[in-house]
C-alpha cells in the first residue's frame, strides 16, 4: 500500500470513530439529563476533559503558554466553539428531541455560508441558494410534525438549538485565523475556559443534586468525558492532518445520521418516514453549502 493510500485509510477510520463518538453523545447526553442538569453535567464533564487534553499535550511536549495578543481570539473562540455550541446545544436537549436538536446544530454550514456574505462580502451562489432551500425544508418538514404548535419549552429548545449553530457558524466565519498554538493546546483551553464557566454557572443556577447520579447516568457522563470530549478530538486532528477539509466536514455528516437512528434505538425516539425525509433535506442543503468553492 502506498503512503497517500495508507494516509487515506487511516484518515477515513479516524473520522469514522470521530463521527460515531460525537454521534453516540446525543443520545448518551439525553439520557444523563435525565438525572443531572445541562450546564452542571456538560460542565464538569468538559472541565474533567480539558485536564486530560491538557495533560496528552503536555506528554506530546507541546507547551500550553498562551501568546498575549491571542487571548483576545482564544475568549471570542471559546465562547462560539464551547459556550454557545456546547452549552446551548445541551439546553436546548431538555426541550426537543435529540432528532431535532441534532439536525439544527448541523445547520451551522448553512449559516456559516450565510454570514459570509455580510462579514467577508462571499456573495452566496446559486448552489449555495439551493442549499438554504433544501435546509429550510428540511427543518420545516421536522419541526412541523404537530403544525407548529410548539409549547413555550419546545420554541426555547429550538431556539436555543439554532443559536448554537448560528454562534458556532459566527464563530467559524470570523476566527478564520488559526491561534498560534498547538491544535489540542487550542481545544484543551476553549473547552477548560467554557466548561468552567458552565460548571459555575450551573452550580450557582442549577442547584445539581449530585447524589441523583446512578451507574447508568455515571456511565453516561464518563462516555461524554472520555470519548467526544477526549478520544473523539484525538482522531478529529488526525482526520484533518490525512484528509482534505472538504472530504473530513462532509464525512462529519454521519454525525446527526447516527445519532438520530441511535436515539430512536437507545430512547424509543420516533424514526420514520418524516423524519429520514427532514434529515435527508437538511443534509442535502448542508452538503451543498460545505462544497462551495
Same mark, same amino acid.
Given at each position: ?33 435525565? =438525572? ?16 486530560? /487534553? ?6 506530546? =511536549?507541546? #507547551?500550553?503558554?498562551? #501568546?498575549?495578543?491571542?487571548?483576545? !481570539? /482564544? ?51 446559486? !448552489? ?22 410548539? &409549547? ?25 485565523? #488559526? ?10 483551553? =476553549? ?7 458552565? /460548571? ?48 473530513? &466536514? ?26 429520514? @425525509? ?8 448542508? @452538503?451543498?453549502?460545505?462544497? !462551495?468553492?
Amino acid at each position: 500500500m502506498d503512503l497517500a493510500r495508507r494516509d487515506r485509510t487511516i484518515g477515513s477510520l479516524c473520522l469514522l470513530v470521530t463521527g460515531v463518538g460525537w454521534a453516540l453523545n446525543w443520545p448518551l447526553m439525553k439520557l444523563l439529563l435525565q =438525572q443531572w442538569p445541562p450546564l452542571f453535567a456538560r460542565g464538569l464533564a468538559g472541565v474533567c476533559a480539558s485536564l486530560i /487534553l491538557a495533560t496528552l499535550a503536555l506528554a506530546r =511536549q507541546e #507547551p500550553l503558554a498562551v #501568546p498575549r495578543e491571542a487571548i483576545p !481570539r /482564544l475568549l471570542f473562540a471559546t465562547f462560539t466553539n464551547v459556550f454557545a455550541w456546547m452549552g446551548f446545544g445541551t439546553v436546548a436537549m431538555k426541550y426537543v428531541t435529540v432528532g431535532e436538536g441534532a439536525l439544527l446544530a448541523y445547520t451551522m454550514p448553512i449559516w456559516a455560508m450565510l454570514l459570509a456574505w455580510p462579514v467577508l462580502h462571499t456573495r452566496p451562489t446559486v !448552489r449555495d441558494i439551493s442549499g438554504l432551500a433544501l435546509g429550510v425544508a428540511g427543518v420545516t418538514l421536522l419541526l412541523g410534525g404537530d403544525g407548529f404548535a410548539f &409549547s413555550a419549552d419546545k420554541l426555547l429548545g429550538v431556539v436555543l438549538a439554532l443559536s448554537c449553530a448560528i454562534l458556532f457558524a459566527l464563530g467559524n466565519v470570523l476566527n478564520r485565523k #488559526p491561534l498560534p498554538m498547538p491544535p489540542l493546546v487550542v481545544v484543551a483551553w =476553549q473547552v477548560g475556559l467554557g466548561c468552567a464557566a458552565m /460548571l459555575v454557572l450551573g452550580v450557582l443556577f442549577e442547584r445539581p443534586n449530585y447524589a441523583a447520579i446512578t451507574p447508568v447516568g455515571l456511565g453516561c457522563f464518563a462516555y461524554m468525558t472520555l470519548v467526544p470530549m477526549g478520544v473523539c478530538y484525538v482522531t478529529w486532528f488526525e482526520t484533518l492532518r490525512r484528509l482534505p477539509p472538504s472530504s473530513a &466536514s462532509t464525512g462529519m455528516l454521519i454525525v446527526p445520521v447516527i445519532g438520530v437512528v441511535s436515539a430512536a434505538i437507545i430512547l424509543g425516539e420516533p424514526l420514520g418516514l418524516r423524519e429520514w @425525509t427532514a434529515m435527508a433535506l437538511t443534509l442535502g442543503g448542508v @452538503t451543498l453549502a460545505l462544497q !462551495r468553492s
